[in-house]
């Protein structure tokens, strides 16, 4: 494949994956909408810790492997049938054991038990799921990104269409979780069938690659799970330490600020390529690519930390109903925490590129066991707006563990221009906000402050096609 060619591909993956998330985004919000006008705050928390529990144990299937997996393959495409057919393998197993667990649990737990049948609908949805979306290691590599597109497109609709056939017929929460379940069933075929144009699918068993394999992944993968436990602990301590109520409530403030997080994602993955190459032979051009990418991350972050903050309450009326606005006061402290998960996402990935996997596992350990404790401290006595701040805090804690680390890898070299057009943008579209709100309906004004901001950070040469062409090519 010719380099321009491969560009074009690249570029072309990436317009792709940029339309898809919006537009599942907005399939999400409406699915969340139903949901919560359905299950009201008690339910919706019910909801919520299943999804999240069964969450828990979604590392425990992958183990890192569908990143080695496309690593390898992308270095040895003569290996691909080897390499995938014994990966397959290794999924469907560590799926059926991490099944079998999440089961076990659900009903063995005393505090789960009133949940135990939507925890079995989630563990079979989970099964469905990532036995078959390790199937998309397939399109990475071929640079065909549009067809995981197509299958998530399939997903999100059935599952819609699922979630409001439950709520009609009135099967309640177990009834809407069987409705993510139909939603990954329903995604396996074309799946199957478009993968199986680029390989076999059969599974292989070869002690030695799949040690080898294991050997990869496992490091990363501890990474994983300990990323993911904090992530996810606060909502399960928040069932079991508050009420379901308080879970509801924290649950649709954090569903919120997770569909903002896409944008992180694609800022990181954008440079990573670069920044792996260039970290330990270039470090001219590796500052210059992670200095850009802070200024658009913290543009980006201080833009949702005000609008969010202001317009908390209306923003999640709309995405659910009134019986939620108490959630409203969970929304600042979460927007801090997304703003601040956006640079050290960024932060992170420069000490992936580093290798310094061991601090990073090290670090991860003492996080999750400084949140848990927080959390123990802060939930019994604030309930959900304590595990906010259990949150923020240990964020704030990865921040500082991120600068003082990456600090002797690679300096952070900031224009303090740009970032002074970036702090003037954040103020003068506050103003905005505080002015008109009141006014003018909430969503307008927002639009308003949101073509304001970018209007002063193109006026000052901070947005420019240049730079925006070449983020998507990096990507």
Known sequence: ???????????????????????????????????????????????????TFTGFFTVLIDLGLFHVAIREISKARERAQEILSNVLTIRLLSAVLAT?????????????????????????????????????????VNLKMQYIAVAELVSKISTLIAVYVAIVLDWGLVGIIGAILFGSVVAVLPRVIIARRFIQLKLAF????????????????????????YFKIDSQMLYLLSTTRDAGLYGIAYRLLETTLFISAFVVAAITPSLSRTIGSNTKVAQNLVSRAFEILLA??????????????????????????????????????????????????????????????????????????????????????????????????????????????????????????????????????????GLFNWLIVLILGFIFYLGILWQFKFLNLSMMKEIIRKE
């Open 100 to 140: 079998l667990l999440v089961i076990f649990l659900g009903y063995a737990l005393p505090q789960y038990r009133p949940i135990g049948t939507g925890i079995l609908v989630g563990a079979l949805a989970m099964f469905v799921y990532f036995v078959t979306n390790i199937l998309d290691v397939v399109f990475h």
């Open 1 to 51: 494949m010719t380099n321009k060619k491969e560009n074009s591909l690249i570029a072309y993956n990436a317009v792709i994956q940029i339309i898809g998330r919006i537009f599942f985004l907005a399939l999400s919000l409406v699915n969340v909408k139903l949901i919560t006008n359905y299950l009201l705050p008690s339910g919706f928390g019910e909801y919520a810790t299943v999804l």
């Open 300 to 437: 980006a972050g201080l833009l949702l930390f005000v609008s969010l903050s202001i317009f908390a309450k209306p923003i999640i009326v709309f995405i659910s109903d009134t019986s939620y606005i108490e959630g409203a006061r969970a929304v600042p402290m979460l927007a801090a925490v997304v703003a601040l998960m956006y640079v050290n996402g960024l932060f992170g990935q420069i000490l992936i590129a580093a290798d310094r996997r061991k601090i990073l596992v090290t670090f991860s350990i003492i996080l999750v066991l400084f949140n848990i404790g927080l959390n123990l401290i802060l939930i019994p006595r604030y309930g959900f707006i304590g595990a906010a701040w259990s949150t923020l805090i240990s964020e704030l804690g990865v921040l500082i563990f991120n600068l003082i680390v990456t600090s002797k890898i690679m300096p952070l070299k900031l224009n303090m221009r740009t970032i002074l057009v970036i702090l003037l943008a954040t103020t003068l579209s506050t103003l905005i906000f505080i002015s008109l709100d």
């Open 206 to 229: 070869d002690p030695k690659i799949c040690v080898w394999l294991l050997k990869l992944a496992l490091p990363l993968g501890l990474v994983f799970i300990l990323n993911n436990i």
